[in-house]
């Protein structure tokens, strides 16, 4: 991993990777991948180049890989699970006809491929407690159906044509950098942002619906060491599950509470995250990525739950 192709760079993902492959991977160069309307800005603009990279644009990328001689391409352009809901035809063409291109380039161009799928590629058949690597995966809605076409497809170049793809199946992820958009996890970042500023949190997501969740810098670390990892170690592909905490809004909040006990919620569920939460599985078994590629998260909710207060006190000037 050397010249490296961020699509997405201004993403709740992209925003964070681009800079940590900049300032970790010595000798790199990453290009920030972006479209018109989610320009760069700041220390991600200044510390790289930045080029247009839209996924459904195949001569454009094909271009940005010749320039830079890009050969790891990650590709995090994606609509997440309750807009794609809302947009169906987009979230496939952005996911499907966007991915095809990538892959068709990295074929012809040589460049190994990530792309990540999530927690949305299982479904509601898909046993929800401890779910198991390879198991059922009858997603019912499009983000979902877009992911467990990834995975297949991502095998299928892998097969087929010898492109190293790579991928994790990401829970829900939070951070303090660059918020999500349109997610079914969203509610796990908000509320952060909400008890900081002393705002009364309205969560769309029902007591008791478990999901599994991850702090930003454990999944940052996985994109990276996915990409990086012995080949011949790897059994699997696309895609690993990943896993650190599972919980559900009340033990959210409860953790919170505990260092910020003035958190005032109340429940709106909203009808479409719910049954998407509903259908994804409450915990999954990670035995495989810790077993191929030695996976292992850093992260609890407590150690979580420190971190985002105290840098999202920074950010927003709160004592
Ligand atoms: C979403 O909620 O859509 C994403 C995901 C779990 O993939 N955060």
Not at 52 to 66: C, E, K, P
Not at 147 to 163: M, R
Not at 287 to 304: I, L
Request: charged share 25%.
């Amino acid at each position: 991993m050397k010249n490296v192709l961020v699509i997405g760079s201004t993403g709740q993902i992209g925003s964070e990777l681009t800079m940590k492959i900049r300032r970790e991977i010595a000798g790199s160069q990453v290009v920030a991948g972006y479209i018109p309307g989610a320009e760069p800005k700041g220390i991600l603009l200044e510390s790289g180049p930045a080029e247009i990279a839209d996924v459904r644009d195949a001569q454009g990328l094909a271009a940005i890989v010749d320039k830079y001689k890009i050969d790891t391409i990650y590709n995090l352009a994606a609509l997440l699970s309750a807009v794609a809901e809302r947009k169906p035809l987009l979230a496939w063409d952005i996911q499907m006809n966007g991915l095809i291109n990538i892959l068709e380039i990295a074929r012809e161009k040589g460049c190994a491929v990530f792309t990540p799928s999530s927690i949305g590629s299982f479904g509601p058949e898909t046993p929800h407690v401890g779910t198991p690597q390879d198991t059922i995966q009858r997603p019912r809605s499009m983000y979902g159906v877009t992911k467990v076409a990834t995975e297949l497809l991502s095998d299928y170049y892998f097969h087929k044509y010898g492109v190293d793809t790579r991928s994790v199946r990401f829970p829900g992820l939070i951070s303090n950098v660059t918020l999500p958009g349109g997610g079914t996890t969203d509610y796990a970042v908000e509320v952060y942002y909400s008890a900081v500023k002393g705002e009364e949190f309205v969560c769309p997501i029902g007591p008791g619906t478990y999901m599994d969740m991850m702090y930003m810098p454990d999944a940052l670390k996985a994109a990276i060491d996915i990409m990086i990892a012995d080949p011949t170690r790897l059994i699997h592909r696309n895609s690993f599950n990943i896993a650190s905490m599972s919980f559900e809004p009340e033990q959210l909040f409860a953790k919170i509470r505990e260092y910020i006990p003035s958190l005032k919620v109340r429940y709106e569920v909203d009808p479409v995250r719910q049954a998407i939460a509903n259908s994804w599985p409450d915990s999954m078994d990670d035995s495989c990525a810790r077993a191929e590629w030695d996976w292992k998260p850093s992260f609890d909710m407590d150690s979580m739950t420190r971190d985002m207060i105290d840098a999202l006190r920074k950010k927003f000037a709160i004592s």
